[in-house]
């Protein structure tokens, strides 16, 4: 297996202007802050973020959002940053709401390689709005298009050298299923075991989706 650990300026060299990239994280918990301020400090600009939320203005993405790196941002609810709504009405930013269970459906889709999924949610309504439609047993369904991205920034509680990686509570939420559908994974792990301290029934996602691991130096 080749070597997995990248410093943080290594992993810098990944990023360019106008990539696509999903980040893991509920309101800015399980999202990785070392891979964020990488992102931030990098320069930089024109990405689309696909992300749960953007959780809050100097926390999770939202230093991103705040500082106009972000061109478009695809999420479940921008509620919690005021400045993501500010951005959004002015026209400085394209934000694209997505009902959080379809979301993650689509990301998973966007993982598994499959072409898309069916859903009710949203029937009816301006999510509806120049989406195809199929009726099936007399009952609606919208059909939404999977989501991949060119990088995926996740954080987990445990890697080991081959990026098997665990995770802790909520930030189990999303960060999986995010692993899968990028061209290029990234990970921040709370800390980094040796290979064979994660038993195998404890790996969540398995170190053959992962791409790098963000070692703990400085």
Partial sequence: MKEKQLTLQQASRLFRDGMTIMVGGFMGVGTPPRLVDALLASGVRDLTLIANDTAFVDVGIGPLIVNGRVKKVIASHIGTNPETGRRMIAGEMEVVLVPQGTLIEQIRCGGAGLGGVLTPTGVGTVVEEGKQTL???????????????????????????????????????????????A???LV?????????????????TPGAV?????????
């Fill in 135 to 181: 009726t099936l047993d007399g009952k609606k369904y919208l059909v939404e298009l999977p989501l991949r991205a060119d990088l995926a920034l996740i954080r987990a509680h445990q890697a080991d050298a081959l990026g098997n990686l665990t995770y802790q509570l909520s930030a189990r939420n999303f960060n999986p299923l995010i692993a899968l559908a």
């Fill in 210 to 218: 992962i791409d790098h691991i963000i070692s703990q130096e400085a």
């Fill in 188 to 204: 921040e792990a709370d800390e980094i075991v040796p290979v064979g301290a994660i038993a195998p029934d404890h790996v969540v």
């Fill in 183 to 185: 061209d290029i994974t």
